[in-house]
């Protein structure tokens, strides 16, 4: 029997080809989007499930209201916080800080010279550490040598074997123990211990850790700030393991308790001020974007969950086509089915039959598939995380696979079983045809209704998120980013070393203006201080910029009243925003130049008011702002070039020469740069992401959707074949034949489109709110959108009405 089923199966889909092509690129695609997709979840959905007692581990992180009324989530504690949790916690297993650094390496070699270790290309993962010898009974690693109490003292090292062997060359562990790492080239520590590093899906992919106790024996203690309750530091992270049996809940209240007392150091004295201890577990640590890392990478649960829904559509709507052509196809098999009833097959039996023609062509699509999804994913790398590889004979791909082949089957081939299965044979073989066309026309035009309401939404959101991306990128954010390149250097290089390479910078003849600054107007990060000025009752927090006196002009920020500061080595002056203006309450932004405004200490005069500017993404409206001189701040450089006139290769030249003297001036650290408009790009990562998205969701949904639609017409056309050809005896033009095939499909768009213009508006407006300057939903997009659809109808349906048309009448009146 089951041969049988088989041989007829395999002759009916080489018999139709066209269609059995069609069921296979169609149901291939959807099913190479789901595998594409869920190695992507997968793969980020496994981050650090592997760390014994995981849920336990938590990460201590802050949350505070800010001067404007909006609760702020930061993923750090005040340096000082952990001594003081130590003392006033129960119920902790283990309490662990460290902080991420970026340092330049380097190993003692023959004759004391010192050979530097290059930074790894590409790598992606801040991977250096001061550490507290209890990280280790936090996260558990195999130990080679050594063990972790030997990070109780200063200027000690534990390192991975990978990076033991890069360093030294050697896998002879008990010989590395006790040589030397030099960092920074000052921070000379001795190899105490090696581990192995995580095999396994993980954030943690740190290969250095240095003894916390060097921050302070080295000096850092005012570069990391150790002893500032009111400095929060996103290099700096805190974990604690719960003893068993103890809950976040009551941990979090005797955080609150052990905090209150150094409350006000941390967001002020004001009345309403706000501070709290959060445990995030470490389960949320990949997932979470309302609290940042500097380390690892960070999966947008959104986008995930994003891409699961178009997989599911795309899956939905190969299923779709597949139902249509199915019992579109009916006509042609009702013949067979009736011959095979009168022979004795039974209902479940028929079932069976188109089953297994199903099944098989699912499994042609599976290859299809499999064929396409590493290409699939090689189109769209912001989509694919760095460390995934895709191995399509790996057990757990390919029993998604074969359920995902097993659901396609299930949703595309029992329906139209059914349908087929319940044609009667008595109708069949006196040639009056017998499928069922009510029941299966009125669920097919609703299903190509279904299939083009979703492409239509996706066109629409295209349309109006690419728009939205066009605005943000294009858009005035208030300073001048054309032709401006960025560059930093380590923030303890001498001020007398940045200072000679930015005059040698100005020298160059390609380069218009220098600005030794600490970054640019936009910061993807935060710095802001807590800034109370009582005149005004203002107390809140303050974004903060520190540059040279270049800045202004290097920018184009515009003055509108006072003047730039003069250079100074002390923060005598300072420039505001207008916003900031207005919040002092000043009315008239000339009003405030000349008064003081507290600050880290200090009382500097306000010398000049500047108009707003965007300091973060578009999604975000103005901060008040303050731009300061503080030469150990200014640890980079923003270049603005001479292009008007000059050719990509002049312009290279350029930097070409900005590398040669950056090499000059430090040339244990890589020249690397980036252009003002890629470094604001990169604010609008996920908004990319988004778009490109929904960019290969409609490209997807409209083949998919146009592959249905074309074998839907061919069949159309087919059926109407005496019709046509007795309508072209009578004079009907090539015109009249085309709008006939043509027309009822064009009004099944017609009636997705407007059922899917609401829904895309009310998401898409829902949406855009997130935005504080953003794009409005004019009437042309819903145009436009009509136009791509209805078009990609017409040309889809209109191959086969032209065909048709110009067919030869006489043999149109011979088809049986």
Known sequence: MLKNFLVVAWRNIVRHKGNSFIHIFGLGVGICACMAIWAITHYELSFDKFHPDGDRIYRLVSEFKEASGDTAHWGELPEPAVGELRKAL????????????NPMIAIPALHGQLKKIPSVEGDVYNDIVLAEPQYFDIFSYHWLAGNAASLREPFHVVISAKEAERYFGSQDWANILGRTIVYDDSI????????????????????????????????????????????????????????????????????????????????????????????????????????????????????????????AFILILASINFINLSTAQSLRRSKEIGVRKVLGSRRIGLVAQFMTETI?????????????????????????????????????????????????????????????????????????????????????????????????VFIISAIVIGDQMHYMLHRDMGFSRDAVIRMDVQEDAPYAKRRLLADRLRALPGVGQVSMDYSSPVLHGWWRTHIEYLPAAFKGDVDVRAADTNYLSMYGLKLLAGRNYFPSDTMREIVINELFARQLGYRRPQDAVGHTVPMWSKNPMIAGV???????????????????????????????????????????????????????????????????????????????????????????????????????????????????????????????????????????????????????????????????????????????????AVGVAVLTVGFHAVRAGMANPVKSLRAE
């Open 188 to 311: 000379r520590t001795t190899v105490t211990g090696i581990v192995e590093g995580f095999d396994q899906i993980t954030d943690f992919q740190f290969k250095d850790f240095i003894s916390y106790a060097t921050a302070r024996a080295a000096g850092l203690t005012q570069n990391l700030q150790l002893d500032d309750w009111g400095n929060f530091n996103t290099s700096s992270e805190t974990f604690v393991k719960l003893d068993n049996g103890v809950s976040p809940t009551r941990i979090e209240a005797e955080l609150k308790t052990a905090m209150s007392p150094h409350l006000a150091q941390m967001v002020g004295t004001a009345k309403d001020a706000y501070y709290r201890v959060r445990l995030q577990p470490l389960a949320d640590l990949h997932y979470s974007s309302l609290y940042e890392k500097d380390y690892g990478s960070m999966a947008d649960m959104k986008t995930l969950y994003k891409l699961m829904g178009v997989a």
């Open 90 to 101: 129960t119920g902790l297993e283990a309490v662990a800080q460290f902080h991420n650094i």
């Open 360 to 456: 098989l062509l699912a499994l042609a699509a599976l290859l299809l598939s499999l064929l396409l999804l590493r290409p699939l994913l090689g189109l769209f790398p912001d989509f694919v995380p760095a460390g995934l590889v895709v191995n399509v004979i790996d057990p757990a791909t390919i029993g998604f696979a074969l359920l995902v082949v097993l659901l396609a089957a299930i949703l595309s081939g029992l329906y139209p079983a059914v349908v087929l299965a319940s044609i009667q044979p008595a109708q069949t073989l006196k040639g009056q045809g017998g499928s069922p066309r009510n029941w299966g026309s009125r669920l097919g035009k609703g299903l190509v209704v279904f299939q083009f309401t979703i492409s239509a």
């Open 610 to 788: 500047v108009a707003n500017f965007n300091a973060r993404s578009l999604q975000y409206g103005y901060n008040p702002l303050v731009i300061i001189p503080r030469i150990e701040s200014e640890t980079g450089y923003s270049v603005k070039l001479h292009t008007r006139g000059l050719t990509a290769a002049q312009v290279q030249q350029t930097i070409a020469a900005i590398g040669k003297d950056w090499v000059d001036a430090f040339p244990e650290e890589p020249f690397r740069y980036q252009w003002m408009d890629e470094y604001i790009a990169k604010l609008y990562a996920s908004e990319t992401k988004t778009a490109s998205l929904i960019n290969l969701a409609m490209i997807i949904t409209i083949v998919v959707s146009g592959m249905g639609l074309f074998g839907l017409a061919a069949l159309a056309a087919g059926r109407r074949t005496k019709e046509i050809g007795i309508r072209k005896v009578l004079g009907a033009g090539l015109v009249d034949i085309t709008m006939l095939v043509s027309r009822d499909f064009v009004l099944l768009v017609g009636i997705a489109l407007v059922i899917a213009s609401p829904v895309a508006w009310y998401f898409l407006h829902d949406w855009l709110q997130n935005y504080v300057f953003r794009v409005s939903i004019g009437w042309w997009v819903f145009g436009l959108a009509a136009v791509l």
